[in-house]
């Protein structure tokens, strides 16, 4: 067995993304057909975070809060938007680069300009089929791809990037994206410096469409009965901002939506072999008495619940990620000789919560000032939390999406027709009963939490005085419209609505 040491004394850090992934898409968080076994482990051995969330669930801001640690308003990112700049040198890598740690990612990224570092050392990009920069440059695996002799045929399956079609993928298996990244990522921990401690980033594309499992995994949910979609009382008057959601799944039929959900379902224990396939190669390499693994997703999808598909909202499918944390096998002696494995944390924590965790573990300096708060004291003490409330904001001003919750109660809050969403999460956590009308007094205390946050804002078009400011009163989403916007990013965008 090979020597895992390094001059610093420091664990390694294995952080693992995945892209659209919800959190309760795994055995360990009680679904009862999906197959993860390997993530499970990771639970079994850790904490898993039960109200994780994206602050912001789409891929752009998301993932700038990973590397930030800062939320979207204080970001200048709020919704996609393609050419956004990190604003901030104090990264996630580069914090632990400070630290000692040799840095390293595998896979998606989605920074801009997309070949900038923001502080890793090495970069090994799969980024879905986007071109990079003005020169429309090929991505790492579309590169390897064609040193294999499939120069352009990545795309070959013919689906685009955000429908919810389903084709087994079409070149030999060991070529699949997710295959990549997991092989890239052993090799990255094979041929890391052994005097220096290991961040890698392994960031998975999938389960995110284009929906292309391979056979092998689509065959493990053959005849499997696919759970139904959650479906509120309130899926009758969506909101103007949810046609969009609505339109992915418009027109299809019963089977292709159970389809889709078998592909997802492939895609994710596909991802989940792969990650043990890094455990073995961490095994191999002597790592694994000194690495912490986090597990996590920049958000979830809807997959079907209330009719929406993708992401982008503040229903729990979208926006409830999985979070498990997981030390070292022969533990850290920062979490006590009492510690104890397999436990849940039901505090509410979030991506921008990511940064200062992982450099608390490395043991480098935290930026000042940031929103998120290091997890490590909730590792130790599962009875601990960082925050009384979680605020979630996407979308453009005057057109938002906006919740709050702790963890108890769910307000959601939509800026262009006022409408609003209540839920009480512990007696109803698939979000089915909508309590505005029949909770009065808790609606206005929500509001009222809303409208606090919000008027700490130097100046947010959505406070008026003490009230929510409505941008169209009035108005009302129409049944079975498909929105432009829509046709646009699932069919004529070359890079699609990430």
Same mark, same amino acid.
């Not at 790592?287 to 009719?307: E, K, P, Q, S």
């Given at each position: 067995?090979?020597?895992?040491?390094?001059?610093?004394?420091?664990?390694?850090?294995?952080?693992i993304?995945?892209?659209?992934?919800?959190?309760?898409?795994?055995?360990?968080?009680?679904?009862?057909?999906?197959?993860?076994?390997?993530?499970?482990?990771?639970?079994?051995?850790?904490?898993?975070?039960?109200?994780?969330?994206?602050?912001?669930?789409?891929?752009?801001?998301?993932?700038?809060?990973?590397?930030?640690?800062?939320?979207?308003?204080?970001?200048?990112?709020?919704?996609?938007?393609?050419?956004?700049?990190?604003?901030?040198?104090?990264?996630?890598p580069?914090?632990?680069?400070?630290?000692?740690?040799?840095?390293?990612?595998?896979?998606?990224?989605?920074?801009?300009?997309?070949?900038?570092?923001?502080?890793?050392?090495?970069?090994?990009?799969?980024?879905e089929?986007?071109?990079?920069?003005?020169?429309?440059?090929?991505?790492?695996?579309?590169?390897?791809?064609?040193?294999?002799?499939?120069?352009?045929?990545?795309?070959?399956?013919?689906?685009?990037?955000?429908?919810?079609?389903?084709?087994?993928?079409?070149?030999?298996?060991?070529?699949?994206?997710?295959?990549?990244?997991?092989?890239?990522?052993?090799?990255?921990?094979?041929?890391?410096?052994?005097?220096?401690?290991?961040f890698?980033?392994?960031?998975?594309?999938?389960?995110?469409?284009?929906?292309?499992?391979?056979?092998?995994?689509?065959?493990?949910?053959?005849?499997?009965?696919?759970?139904?979609?959650?479906?509120?009382?309130?899926?009758?008057?969506?909101?103007?901002?949810?046609?969009?959601?609505?339109?992915?799944?418009?027109?299809?039929?019963?089977?292709?939506k159970?389809?889709?959900?078998?592909?997802?379902?492939?895609?994710?224990?596909?991802?989940?072999?792969?990650?043990?396939?890094?455990?073995?190669?961490?095994?191999?390499?002597g790592?694994?008495?000194?690495?912490?693994?986090?597990?996590?997703?920049?958000?979830?999808?809807?997959?079907?619940?209330?009719?929406l598909?993708?992401?982008?909202?503040?229903?729990?499918?979208?926006?409830?990620?999985?979070l498990?944390?997981?030390?070292?096998?022969?533990?850290?002696?920062?979490?006590?000789?009492?510690?104890?494995?397999?436990?849940?944390?039901? *505090?509410?924590?979030? +991506?921008?919560d990511?940064? @200062?965790?992982?450099?608390?573990?490395?043991?480098? /300096? %935290?930026?000042? !000032?940031?929103?998120?708060?290091?997890?490590?004291?909730?590792?130790?003490?599962?009875?601990?939390?960082?925050?009384?409330?979680?605020?979630?904001?996407?979308?453009?001003?005057?057109?938002?999406?906006?919740?709050v919750?702790?963890?108890?109660?769910?307000?959601?809050?939509?800026?262009?027709?006022?409408?609003?969403?209540?839920?009480?999460?512990k007696?109803?956590?698939n979000?089915?009963?909508?309590?505005?009308?029949?909770?009065?007094?808790?609606?206005?205390?929500?509001?009222?939490?809303?409208? *606090?946050?919000?008027? +700490?804002?130097?100046?947010? @078009?959505?406070?008026?005085?003490?009230?929510?400011? /409505? %941008?169209?009163? !009035?108005?009302?989403?129409?049944?079975?419209k498909?929105?432009?916007?829509?046709?646009?990013?699932?069919?004529?965008?070359?890079v699609?609505?990430?």
């Open positions: 067995m090979m020597n895992a040491s390094n001059k610093e004394g420091k664990p390694n850090i294995i952080f993304t995945c892209d659209h992934l919800r959190a309760d898409l795994l055995g360990c968080a009680g679904h009862p057909v999906i197959q993860t076994p390997h993530i499970d482990k990771l639970a079994e051995n850790g904490v898993r975070f039960t109200q994780a969330y994206s602050p912001t669930p789409v891929c752009i801001p998301a993932r700038a809060s990973i590397m930030t640690g800062l939320e979207g308003d204080r970001l200048g990112i709020k919704e996609y938007r393609a050419g956004f700049e990190l604003p901030v040198q104090e990264t996630l580069q914090q632990l680069r400070d630290a000692g740690y040799q840095t390293k990612v595998v896979g998606k990224m989605h920074v801009y300009p997309e070949r900038k570092h923001y502080g890793f050392e090495e970069m090994l990009l799969c980024e089929g986007r071109l990079l920069g003005d020169n429309k440059r090929l991505d790492d695996y579309e590169l390897w791809l064609a040193e294999q002799g499939y120069s352009g045929k990545a795309f070959g399956h013919g689906l685009s990037m955000n429908e919810y079609a389903v084709s087994p993928w079409h070149l030999p298996d060991h070529l699949h994206p997710t295959e990549w990244i997991g092989e890239q990522s052993c090799k990255q921990i094979k041929r890391r410096d052994w005097t220096r401690p290991l890698l980033w392994t960031s998975f594309t999938a389960p995110h469409p284009p929906l292309t499992p391979l056979m092998n995994d689509l065959y493990v949910y053959e005849g499997e009965e696919i759970p139904e979609s959650a479906m509120g009382d309130w899926v009758e008057e969506h909101p103007i901002y949810h046609q969009l959601s609505l339109a992915f799944g418009k027109g299809k039929t019963k089977h292709q159970e389809l889709a959900k078998r592909a997802f379902y492939a895609s994710v224990t596909h991802i989940d072999r792969q990650i043990n396939r890094i455990i073995g190669t961490l095994s191999e390499e790592m694994l008495d000194n690495t912490w693994i986090v597990f996590t997703a920049d958000h979830g999808d809807n997959l079907g619940d209330h009719n598909w993708a992401k982008s909202t503040f229903l729990k499918g979208s926006c409830n990620i999985p498990i944390i997981t030390p070292p096998y022969q533990g850290d002696e920062r979490l006590g000789t009492n510690w104890k494995a397999e436990s849940t944390n039901q *505090s509410m924590v979030g +991506l921008q990511i940064l @200062p965790t992982l450099v608390e573990i490395g043991g480098g /300096v %935290t930026p000042e !000032g940031i929103d998120g708060r290091s997890l490590l004291p909730l590792v130790k003490d599962t009875s601990q939390s960082v925050r009384e409330m979680m605020l979630g904001e996407f979308g453009r001003d005057s057109h938002r999406t906006l919740m919750t702790d963890g108890d109660w769910k307000y959601i809050w939509y800026e262009t027709d006022g409408y609003e969403l209540l839920f009480n999460m007696e109803d956590p979000e089915r009963k909508n309590l505005v009308k029949k909770k009065p007094e808790k609606r206005i205390e929500y509001r009222q939490k809303l409208i *606090s946050i919000l008027a +700490l804002r130097e100046q947010d @078009p959505a406070v008026e005085g003490e009230e929510l400011k /409505v %941008t169209f009163p !009035g108005s009302k989403a129409e049944k079975n498909r929105p432009r916007i829509n046709s646009f990013m699932a069919y004529e965008s070359p699609g609505h990430h």
